[in-house]
């Protein structure tokens, strides 16, 4: 070996030996203590990414939830950071999560990260669930609606086996099935609650569009309806 080759080998383990340590110290601050609640931590199906959350209380009770995902010896980030734990669900190949945030008192927002070099990052700019009341108030029944309070969208239940039990086939790995619910402040004196109520879409993740399916037609047309009398 000449002394070109030996130089560039030792140069390369060098630099991989200060990477090391670096890689291994990504993390969460000191400060964020990670949670020992069993129901907030999540592995995904292949076992490759397991969810952790770590949580800071403050003297004024402003309490702040960090999120990391841990694949191997590296961990990284689920921005946003938030006030409250999340929930989370994988798609079936672990390519695809969706993040069930709660923000408020019934409130909730959604987030969508997807695999890239192995780690997941963020799949859209905004929110799944800003883009998804963007896609309600687009179309011409619903663009009027205002809901005040509750304002919620909610990541339904049949990610895993592609909403089967939905009776639909669709392709694996493909849909997510997303319902929106919210209420208003003002409805006549004889209603106690009025609003919407499981107001259903479709998001493509191959395309990043949303739909409506027409199986979807008559309980959309029922949750706009929704009214809740004294």
């Not at 961990?75 to 993040?99: C, H, I, T």
């Not at 205002?146 to 592609?162: I, Q």
């Not at 106690?192 to 739909?211: E, N, S």
């Amino acid at each position: 070996m000449n002394a070109f080759c030996r130089t560039a080998r030792w140069l390369a383990i060098a630099v991989a030996l200060a990477a090391s340590p670096a890689l291994a110290a990504s993390g969460p601050p000191p400060d964020f203590i990670l949670t020992n609640n069993a129901d907030l931590a999540f592995t995904s199906p292949d076992g490759a990414t397991k969810l952790e959350q770590y949580m800071k209380g403050a003297a004024d009770f402003d309490i702040r939830w960090q999120v990391w995902a841990r694949h191997g010896e590296q961990m990284s980030e689920l921005k946003p950071e938030q006030g409250y734990p999340a929930g989370f669900r994988f798609s079936n190949d672990s390519q695809w999560l969706v993040r069930m945030q709660k923000t408020g008192s019934g409130e909730q927002d959604l987030y969508l990260y997807r695999v890239e070099n192995g780690i997941f990052v963020s799949a859209t700019k905004t929110s799944l669930s800003d883009l998804a009341w963007a896609y309600f108030h687009s179309r011409p029944d619903t663009k009027t609606m205002k809901l005040d309070y509750h304002v919620s969208a909610n990541l339904v239940k049949g990610t895993e086996e592609s909403y089967r039990e939905l009776g639909v086939h669709w392709p694996a790995n493909r849909y997510l099935v997303i319902s929106l619910s919210g209420e208003m402040d003002k409805h006549p004196k004889n209603v106690a609650v009025k609003g919407l109520a499981d107001w259903r879409c479709r998001y493509d993740l191959k395309t990043g569009t949303f739909d409506m399916p027409a199986m979807f037609a008559k309980a959309n047309a029922e949750a706009l309806r929704w009214e809740i009398h004294r």
